[in-house]
């Protein structure tokens, strides 16, 4: 668990934080990083974890992250939005179609929650909205955050992507006024 004030966010970040929100990031890949991103009046609360399932088959897989999300969700109470990241296409296609079903299962277990917010939204686009490198690896994004929110230590790169679309499901872009 890691705790943030709020503010140090906000100026850092420059967006909006919705305050006593709760937003759940969800980085698709074969090690699934899951962030819970819950804001108080003053403080953010980052837990994170990550699902990887060890098997060649696919249908087990797809199943085990079903049970898992649906385990997940029924724990975490009071989800206003889930953020998804949307699948990015490179070059394999077996690979951009088992993310895009595993994106599309973490949806649907969502919506059978009657969570009323669901997104998908790209890694680009999510490093974008809070002003971190964009196309870059996760190594640069990751040192990125940590020069922008330098109290905060996380180790593992991995969760980044996570965190990240967490902290969008919790902002609003800062408007000019």
Known sequence: MIKIPIKLIEENLNVIIKKNCNSIGVDTASRTGICLARSTEKNIVLDYTFLEIKSQ???HKYNTLIDYMNIFFKDCTNIDVVVV?????????KVFQFL???GGM??????LFN????????AVESRKKLGLPCNKKKEVVHA?????IPNIKITDIDIIDAII???NGLSEPRGLI
């Open 144 to 148: 990125a955050f940590h020069s922008l």
């Open 85 to 93: 990241e949307e699948t990015f296409f490179s070059k394999n296609a």
């Open 165 to 167: 679309l967490a902290l």
């Open 57 to 59: 088959n696919k249908y």
């Open 115 to 122: 969570i009323k917010e669901k997104l998908f939204v790209s």
């Open 106 to 111: 973490v949806y649907t277990v969502a919506h």
């Open 100 to 102: 895009s079903r595993i």
